[in-house]
């Protein structure tokens, strides 16, 4: 046996959709409960299905008894703030798991090459079922700002750069990729971020808004990636030697 997947996932690890006429909808974002949540940068998230209908925001896998990211259980008083974000997430009608907005405060590329990630969406998910993927929903209009993913974590020339004005729509297989936003503002960023499983409801989706994963990155200097690849390389030796000497003071505490 093996995961069900979508054939454009599968190939490239990301689709890209039709971008959303954004303009048109209220900013429910703003409406939003928001809780503090530290993730891949300064940020904040508001939940709109959890793993228990609760207005908080941990991974189903850590909840008592943990389970994979499906059956999100959808929290009232949230989607009745955002009605058209709940709507979109649930357009495809495929099997929802987290579905929360993300508040992330300005970075630079190297704190995104930092914050590079993998999630664990199909942690416990059953063999021969559908593989987990997400889809992010640009709501602010960020034009200059990008999803950075990498096939490699250290490799720029696995490289893909997506920019993300207001409703651009992407899905991506981010247990495959490093990932990370960078986003250099100067105004928070908000993106809804759906976790769909793989199956014919989100290949027809990706059908009718013509899902593509041909993709040409904006220009970068290379001045700027050199200048990344450096700077994250310092940082996470700086992180490992506080680690080492944390240890060291306290060997009660040292990480397992
Ligand atoms: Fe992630």
Not at 48 to 70: C, M
Not at 83 to 97: F, M, Y
Not at 98 to 118: G, K
Not at 214 to 233: A, F, T, W
Request: charged fraction near 30%; aromatic fraction near 8%.
């Amino acid at each position: 046996m093996s995961y069900v997947t979508s054939a454009l996932l599968a190939e490239k690890g990301f689709v890209i959709l039709d971008r959303y006429d954004q303009s048109k909808d209220p900013e429910e974002w703003k409406d939003l409960e928001y809780v503090e949540w530290k993730s891949s940068g300064v940020t904040r998230f508001a939940p709109l299905a959890s793993a228990k209908g609760e207005i908080e925001v941990n991974g189903f896998w850590n909840q008592e008894p943990p389970r994979t990211d499906k059956d999100g259980v959808w929290i009232e008083s949230q989607v009745a703030k955002a009605r058209n974000l709940a709507r979109r997430a649930q357009e495809p009608g495929a099997n929802v798991g987290r579905c929360r907005v993300i508040e992330l405060q300005p970075n630079t590329y190297s704190d995104a090459l930092y914050n590079l990630h993998q999630d664990d969406n199909n942690r416990l998910n059953p063999d021969g079922t559908g593989w987990i993927v997400r889809g992010f929903f640009n709501l602010t209009d960020d034009a200059d700002s990008c999803l950075v993913l990498r096939e490699q974590r250290f490799d720029p020339s696995t490289e893909i750069r997506i920019p993300l004005p207001a409703g651009a729509q992407v899905i991506i297989d981010t247990q495959r990729f490093w990932h990370a936003t960078w986003h250099p503002g100067p105004e928070p960023r908000y993106n809804l971020i759906t976790s769909w499983e793989c199956g014919p409801a989100l290949d027809a989706y990706i059908e009718k808004y013509h899902g593509s994963n041909d993709h040409v990155n904006p220009p970068l200097d290379q001045k700027v990636i050199d200048e990344g690849q450096e700077s994250v390389q310092r940082r996470l030796a700086e992180r490992a030697t506080a680690l080492a000497d944390r240890d060291r003071e306290n060997p009660d505490q040292a990480e397992s």
